[in-house]
């Protein structure tokens, strides 16, 4: 079982987590590449259960691509976002993986709202890719 730890960037908001990773992914949507101020964020779908967070989150209510209440919940003193979770994935949430302690182990396996992603933008690698969140 995988440890990981992680936290905002003024250190408030820790979080650490007991499990194996469900999936990992490059996400291109409109909205994480505004949460992130860039284009994809990399994000770590873990159990629900197995997260424990300390230090006060904000929440910001969103709409997913499923049209369904998405979660961004971020620090309110830097505004570092640390995890998602989307009412179509109940049991999962979503730790933005720019927040991990350690990130060495990190490969994501899938590219996410491949149909937004930005033109430039061509990762290296097999991942599969899917022009929306696969079923």
């Known amino acids: ?19 194996e990773p469900v999936f990992t992914a490059v ?7 505004k949460q ?12 629900k259960a197995a ?10 209510h969103d709409t997913g691509g499923s049209g369904q209440p998405v979660e961004r919940r971020f620090c309110p003193e830097c505004g570092s976002p640390i995890v998602s979770e989307l009412a179509v994935m109940p049991e ?24 937004s992603a930005q033109q430039w933008v061509g990762l290296a690698g097999a991942m599969q890719r899917f022009p929306q969140m696969p079923g």
């Not at 079982?1 to 499990?19: E, F, I, N, P, W």
């Not at 101020?37 to 159990?47: D, K, L, M, N, Q």
């Not at 990190?106 to 491949?114: I, K, S």
């Open 92 to 115: 999962i949430t979503f730790i933005k993986a720019g927040t991990l302690d350690d990130t060495q182990w990190l490969a994501p396996t899938m590219e996410v709202y491949c149909a």
């Open 1 to 19: 079982m995988r440890k990981m730890t992680g936290g905002c960037l003024c250190g408030q908001v820790r979080y650490s987590a007991d499990a």
């Open 51 to 60: 997260l424990t967070v300390t230090g006060n989150t904000k929440t910001f």
């Open 36 to 47: 992130a101020g860039t284009a994809f964020s990399i994000v770590v779908a873990i159990p």
């Open 27 to 33: 996400c291109h949507c409109r909205n994480c590449q």
